[in-house]
């Protein structure tokens, strides 16, 4: 399975998205990281579903939205329609989440399911065959900018090796506190799907950022 870098947007310049995506296009990025925040499941508030639909105005990328929110099944028929192409909703939110993830794939697209860090991976046990992604949470999640959590090495490896045994097709996605001394770690345990925020762009030289993560990856 090839690796992906997706670069989380909520590190991006809020006031000149466009600009930013338009760098991201041009850096071979195919996929962009969303981050949706309710200021309820998290103490923040990011990303509304206008804001999902004004960016697949300017861009074909794929639209990656991470949904940090209460009762999720509220707003997932209106970000498929604003143009998502994988919503992953919290495990932590869903009250059933077997209805939940197929409910997003009914719309034919893709449905991933977080974890926050001390949620046990074995919670997803009857549904990995429905899964187009894991996203196993390295920091907790609402906000960019924080450390990757060490113990979170072994929640990888472990769900490397549930993919392994059950011949799983679903992405390893890891999100949080991603840099340049750890990627590779988080590759060589089993991540396929990278989420990168601050990392990407820090010091506002995107285009070098994602050069440096490519050729550490050998991409
Ligand atoms: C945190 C978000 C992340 C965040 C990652 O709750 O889910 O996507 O943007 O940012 P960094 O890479 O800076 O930790
Ligand atoms: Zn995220």
Redesign the pocket.
């Known amino acids: 399975m090839s690796l992906i870098i997706a670069p ?1 947007i ?2 991006a310049d809020a006031c000149n998205l466009e600009k930013d995506i338009c760098i991201l296009e041009k850096s071979s990025i195919t996929s962009i ?1 969303i ?1 949706v ?1 309710d200021g309820n499941f ?1 103490p923040n508030i990011a990303f509304g579903i206008d804001q999902i639909k004004a960016l697949r105005k300017i861009t074909n990328m794929e639209l990656d939205v ?1 949904l ?1 929110v209460n009762d999720p099944d509220r707003y997932i028929e209106r970000i498929i329609e604003a143009g998502a192409s994988c919503i992953t909703v919290h495990e932590e939110a869903c009250d059933h989440l077997y209805k939940t993830i197929t409910f997003i794939k009914s719309f034919g697209i893709k449905a991933g399911v977080a974890l926050n860090p001390a949620t046990n991976i074995d919670n997803l046990k009857y549904v990995y065959k429905l899964l187009n992604k894991v996203l196993i ?1 390295t ?1 907790e ?6 450390k990757f959590i060490p113990l979170m090495k072994e929640k990888i490896n472990d769900t490397r090796q549930i993919k392994q045994l059950g011949k799983y097709d679903f992405q390893i996605q890891v ?4 840099d340049f001394d750890n990627i590779m770690e988080v590759v060589a345990l089993g991540a396929t799907d990278i ?5 990407v762009f820090k010091d506002r030289t995107i285009e070098n950022n994602i050069k440096k993560f490519y050729d550490l990856l050998d991409l």
């Open positions: 989380s909520l590190s990281h981050d925040m998290v991470h940090m949470m920091v999640p609402g906000f960019g900018g924080q999100d949080g506190g991603i989420v990168i925020g601050s990392s």
